[in-house]
């Protein structure tokens, strides 16, 4: 047996079964200890998928435009690698609302979803020595694919007393001459802060600077419900070259869709002159392509999705918000530095001294799942060891019953006094 085994010549390949422990994986780990005899319905706040709650269902016109894209029989072909025009070209109208110059559709490049178009970006940018700066905490797919590339990732602290700003002196302290990005997601995930207009000026300044790119991660493009205006990096495109990542997943809660984009925003032609363009048009040459039919259907998707449902969702998500706050600054064990203003998260500390019998943010979070069938994302997941990330995208009457149970958690293992 042993001499024939020796023959093979074969083994997986050692980046991508990295001890790191992944979003998916913890909460598979965590659904798993659930204790099946409880009756209590399972609370999932972990993941940002809320497309399963009625409330939070996808305007129907969109879904006939996905019919309709189906029915006509026109979209069974491939499509072009990087898209088909008229979807690019919607969606650069969609994004050209607001800024100082215009995008046009060739800037604008479809992608499986923005996952796809961080596969890129890391790809495109990885070359022996180079590296990129990335935010902690962050969202860790950036971790998996730098490490898969090889591309050396530096992280810099998001600043907690500071609303979750980027440490822009961390950064360039960090970066060197080999330095090609830094990545800023924008509304913030895990966070939920929403960057202000001159902060991001501060960030375009400080990439200028530095001569690198910034690739802004606007998968929760305009969801922002708080007091700070949600602002496109790439209204910053003529101080520093700007990748943008944005899908339909969020903002139109179609994760399954699997329809995303990946725009350049460069009036000074640097990413051209580099090269970068034709690296990601390469990179598309040989990848997969989103289904054409909803590549089809996108013009009308963008249209016909009238801002009363956005507005539906974004009071949803203010409540949500508001709910999780307000029920978290009941808890002594837990401790909210900020409110979230944006996207469908919030990090929440843990105060382990207060706790019996809790030895850090796993622990927490796996006798949550067993005693009160309550998932929340341990803070480690996403780079902060004894943080934890909570979504309140949620149905606010079960975000209420799992927030309720978790003060039954905290309460019950609080250190007597
Ligand atoms: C969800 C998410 C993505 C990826 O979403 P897609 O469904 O692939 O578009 C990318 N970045 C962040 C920060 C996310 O939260």
């Given at each position: 047996?042993?001499?024939?085994?020796?023959?093979?010549?074969?083994?997986?390949?050692?980046?991508?079964?990295?001890?790191?422990?992944?979003?998916?994986?913890?909460?598979?780990?965590?659904?798993?200890?659930?204790?099946?005899?409880?009756?209590?319905?399972?609370?999932?706040?972990?993941?940002?998928?809320?497309?399963?709650?009625?409330?939070?269902?996808?305007?129907?016109?969109?879904?006939?435009?996905?019919?309709?894209?189906?029915?006509?029989?026109?979209?069974?072909?491939?499509?072009?690698?990087?898209?088909?025009?008229?979807?690019?070209?919607?969606?650069?109208?969609?994004?050209?609302?607001?800024?100082?110059?215009?995008l046009?559709?060739?800037?604008v490049?479809?992608?499986?979803?923005?996952k796809?178009?961080?596969?890129?970006?890391?790809?495109?940018?990885?070359?022996?020595?180079?590296n990129?700066?990335?935010?902690?905490?962050?969202?860790?797919?950036?971790?998996?694919?730098c490490?898969?590339?090889?591309?050396?990732?530096?992280?810099?602290?998001?600043?907690?007393?500071?609303?979750?700003?980027?440490?822009?002196?961390?950064?360039?302290?960090?970066?060197?001459?080999?330095?090609?990005?830094?990545?800023?997601?924008?509304?913030?995930?895990?966070?939920?802060?929403?960057?202000?207009y001159?902060?991001?000026?501060?960030?375009?300044?400080?990439?200028?600077?530095?001569?690198?790119l910034?690739?802004?991660?606007?998968?929760?493009?305009?969801?922002?419900?708080?007091?700070?205006?949600?602002?496109p990096?790439?209204?910053?495109?003529?101080?520093?070259?700007?990748?943008?990542?944005?899908?339909?997943?969020?903002?139109?809660?179609?994760?399954?869709?699997?329809?995303?984009w990946?725009?350049?925003?460069?009036?000074?032609?640097?990413?051209?002159?580099?090269?970068?363009?034709?690296?990601?048009?390469?990179?598309?040459?040989?990848?997969?392509?989103?289904?054409?039919?909803?590549?089809?259907?996108?013009?009308?998707?963008?249209?016909?999705?009238?801002?009363?449902?956005?507005?539906?969702?974004?009071?949803?998500?203010?409540?949500?918000?508001?709910?999780?706050?307000?029920?978290?600054?009941?808890?002594?064990?837990?401790?909210?530095?900020?409110?979230?203003?944006?996207?469908?998260?919030?990090?929440?500390?843990?105060?382990?001294?207060?706790?019996?019998?809790?030895n850090?943010?796993?622990?927490?979070?796996?006798?949550?799942?067993?005693?009160e069938?309550?998932?929340?994302?341990?803070?480690?997941?996403?780079?902060?060891?004894?943080?934890?990330?909570?979504?309140?995208?949620?149905?606010s009457?079960?975000?209420?019953?799992?927030?309720?149970?978790?003060?039954?958690?905290?309460q019950?293992?609080?250190?007597?006094?």
């Amino acid at each position: 047996m042993e001499l024939e085994a020796k023959k093979w010549g074969f083994q997986g390949k050692q980046e991508l079964n990295a001890p790191t422990i992944t979003v998916r994986g913890a909460l598979k780990l965590l659904t798993a200890n659930i204790n099946k005899d409880n009756s209590s319905p399972v609370v999932p706040l972990g993941l940002s998928d809320p497309s399963n709650f009625p409330s939070f269902r996808i305007t129907p016109a969109a879904e006939d435009a996905v019919v309709d894209a189906v029915r006509s029989g026109k979209h069974n072909c491939y499509a072009p690698t990087v898209g088909i025009l008229p979807a690019r070209r919607a969606i650069a109208d969609y994004l050209n609302r607001d800024i100082p110059y215009k995008l046009c559709p060739d800037d604008v490049y479809l992608t499986v979803g923005s996952k796809q178009g961080i596969e890129i970006v890391t790809s495109v940018l990885s070359r022996p020595g180079a590296n990129i700066l990335l935010p902690r905490p962050g969202f860790p797919y950036y971790e998996h694919w730098c490490a898969y590339n090889n591309l050396e990732m530096r992280h810099y602290d998001l600043l907690r007393e500071n609303g979750w700003e980027v440490d822009l002196d961390a950064v360039e302290t960090l970066a060197n001459a080999n330095t090609v990005a830094m990545v800023i997601i924008n509304p913030g995930n895990p966070c939920g802060n929403v960057f202000s207009y001159e902060h991001l000026n501060k960030v375009a300044e400080t990439a200028r600077k530095l001569g690198i790119l910034i690739i802004s991660d606007e998968a929760y493009d305009s969801i922002a419900f708080g007091s700070t205006r949600y602002v496109p990096m790439r209204v910053f495109g003529s101080t520093v070259p700007v990748l943008t990542l944005g899908s339909l997943s969020k903002r139109w809660i179609v994760p399954g869709w699997r329809l995303g984009w990946l725009v350049t925003s460069d009036p000074n032609g640097i990413l051209q002159n580099s090269g970068v363009i034709d690296s990601i048009i390469g990179y598309l040459n040989i990848s997969s392509d989103p289904a054409t039919f909803i590549q089809a259907a996108i013009p009308q998707i963008l249209e016909n999705t009238k801002e009363e449902f956005f507005s539906k969702i974004m009071c949803l998500l203010r409540e949500g918000a508001d709910i999780c706050y307000n029920r978290i600054e009941e808890m002594p064990c837990l401790t909210c530095p900020n409110k979230p203003e944006g996207s469908m998260f919030v990090m929440v500390k843990l105060n382990l001294s207060m706790l019996e019998d809790i030895n850090d943010d796993i622990d927490f979070c796996l006798k949550l799942a067993k005693e009160e069938s309550v998932i929340i994302l341990p803070g480690r997941a996403v780079g902060m060891k004894n943080w934890l990330r909570i979504t309140f995208a949620v149905e606010s009457r079960l975000l209420r019953d799992g927030l309720e149970r978790v003060k039954a958690f905290c309460q019950r293992h609080a250190k007597k006094q």
